[in-house]
Nanobody, 126 residues
Framework: QVQLVESGGGLVQAGGSLRLSCTAS????????MGWFRQAPGKEREFVAV????????DHAESVKGRFTISRDDAKSTIFLQMNSLKPEDTAVYYC???????????????????WGQGTQVTVSS
């Protein structure tokens, strides 16, 4: 089992920045990749960013490229999502996810991930 704990959400004005953190514990040696998803009210959960644990390969959704950056701290089993130039449409609950399933394909699909955090609210005011 892998446990994920997120932190760093909050309320920010448009154009501002936030940094989310997600710390993994438990069988972290089995993790292949970790990522961030978000879900706004009435919408489906959508992919935001992912990082491969070995090697650090990353991918970001088109809607956040150039504004959000995913990174990791191996020693602390923690990933981060630096969010800059935030927009009201970025408002959502942000979820950290981890997968032990090997393979970079299908990395943007929520079903790929077998562990999830509790979510943290990000609200961007206009």
């Amino acid at each position: 089992q892998v446990q994920l704990v997120e932190s760093g959400g909050g309320l920010v004005q448009a154009g501002g920045s936030l940094r989310l953190s997600c710390t993994a514990s438990g069988r972290t040696f089995s993790v292949y990749s970790m990522g961030w998803f978000r879900q706004a009210p009435g919408k489906e959960r959508e992919f935001v960013a992912v990082i491969k644990w070995s090697g650090g390969r990353t991918d970001h959704a088109e809607s956040v490229k150039g504004r959000f950056t995913i990174s990791r701290d191996d020693a602390k089993s923690t990933i981060f999502l630096q969010m800059n130039s935030l927009k009201p449409e970025d408002t959502a609950v942000y979820y950290c996810a981890a997968t032990t399933r090997i393979g970079w394909d299908l990395r943007t699909g929520p079903s790929r991930y077998n562990y999830w955090g509790q979510g943290t609210q990000v609200t961007v005011s206009s």
